[in-house]
């Protein structure tokens, strides 16, 4: 399960540095997959605003400034 995670982080971060936005990469990569939980949340961290996407193990994908990354 794990791998699989680590996988879609890469794989995101891979599109937003091809220069692909949020939007995109949640309508083809992130929506459909199977252990995406739940619709994007709006959320605020240290960094500044973020997106948090639930996934089926119980963590979140981050997504702000500095890329993806699971929290």
């Avoid at 680590?6 to 083809?28: H, K, P």
Wanted: some cysteine; glycine content about 8%.
């Amino acid at each position: 399960m794990a791998d699989i995670v680590l996988r879609l982080v890469r794989e995101c971060n891979s599109a937003r540095e091809q220069g692909i936005d949020f939007s995109t990469i949640w309508q083809t990569t992130l929506k459909r997959h199977s252990y995406v939980a739940g619709r994007p949340l709006h959320h605020q961290n240290e960094a500044g605003p973020a997106i948090m996407v639930p996934l089926i193990t119980g963590r979140h994908l981050i997504f702000d400034a500095s890329g993806f990354r699971l929290g």
